[in-house]
């Protein structure tokens, strides 16, 4: 029989799911690091990933030909080697898209309430009227990137009677944007918005996109956001913009090395919020990953071809 192995821990419930859709395989879950590379080449799917996999792919006959992943961004990934391998490849991209959508408005929503000001004056008893209430709403937010955390992102913030734009690679149109624009456009059109928010995957485009241009470009009273990928930011230039006020303030979820460095003075400054690396974290990502798997695998069995979260080995996502 045909088999797929889990690498990851899935509760009771979705274990019966798999079973339950996947009719001519076996599932077999291995959710501790006792098990080899060898227990792995007779797999047709691996759900996970660890460096056992890649050693599996090396053995001669083995059987693997899907690779599930269990986070979005592949930039970890040995994506040269799984090409060459003609193994598919997808990622999680979704699955804390809800999430991190919902922390990026909660970031904006603090601000613009002053509530982090507000829980400081409250462990005071200091009855406080903070001199910074005002609102979203109008405001013009510019996102990098159009994948899923962007349209979950554009959705809740044009429900606070925001403005969302965006930008990409080839000026796409995405429905609920007013407006895409390619890279190439991005300098001319920053100082349009109040929020610029980054939600870009690591790839050798991006690498270091947002730096000193972007910044000096942006308006002095704009925020920028970041929730994609660390390296996509100059966080130097960042620091610099922020030091001379060349931008209002930053929301970090992401950074260049993590965990961040206790000596960084990004943790510190005053016109900085972030929160480390936890914006995607939430109780419903196994199941929206087990979902999108699902749906994939009913292309997969029919000899269809998979189309969601399949990784394009040559763009890097």
Not at 129 to 156: F, Q, S
Not at 283 to 308: H, M, V
Request: overall charge negative; aromatic content about 10%; charged content about 30%.
């Amino acid at each position: 029989m045909k088999k797929i192995v889990s690498l990851i821990p899935l509760g009771e419930d979705l274990i019966e799911k798999i079973k339950a859709r996947t009719k001519g395989f076996e599932l077999v879950v291995y959710p501790h690091k006792d098990y080899r590379s060898e227990d792995l080449a007779d797999a047709e799917i691996i759900l996970g990933w660890s460096s056992k996999v890649k050693e599996a792919l090396k053995i001669e006959e083995n059987q693997i030909k899907w690779i599930q992943i269990w986070y979005a961004g592949v930039d970890r990934m040995p994506l040269e080697f799984l090409e060459q391998k003609n193994v598919l490849l997808t990622n999680a991209s979704g699955a804390n898209a809800p999430s991190i959508a919902q922390q990026v408005m909660g970031m904006l929503l603090c601000d613009v309430r002053s509530l982090d000001e507000n829980l400081l004056n409250q462990r005071e008893s200091n009855w406080d009227i903070p001199k910074r209430l005002t609102e979203v709403t109008g405001k013009n937010m510019l996102i990098l990137g159009t994948g899923n955390i962007a349209k979950a992102i554009c959705k809740y913030a044009t429900a606070f009677d925001m403005n969302i734009y965006g930008v990409n690679r080839t000026d796409r149109q995405v429905d609920g944007f007013k407006e895409v624009y390619d890279f190439n456009r991005l300098k001319k059109v920053l100082q349009n918005f109040d929020y610029v928010v980054n939600t870009l995957p690591l790839t050798d485009e991006t690498e270091g996109m947002v730096g000193k241009t972007v910044f000096d470009s942006m308006r002095k009273d704009a925020y920028y956001v970041s929730v994609g990928r660390g390296g996509t930011t100059v966080e130097g230039e960042l620091i610099d913009a922020l030091d001379n006020d060349k931008i209002a303030g930053a929301f970090l979820d992401v950074f260049a090395v993590e965990p961040l460095p206790a000596e960084s003075p990004l943790w510190k400054h005053s016109k900085v919020m972030l929160s480390p690396h936890t914006s995607g974290i939430t109780d419903y990502y196994n199941e929206r990953i087990i979902n999108s798997f699902l749906r994939n695998f009913e292309c997969y069995k029919d000899g269809k071809d998979i189309e969601e979260n399949l990784v394009d080995y040559k763009r890097q996502y």
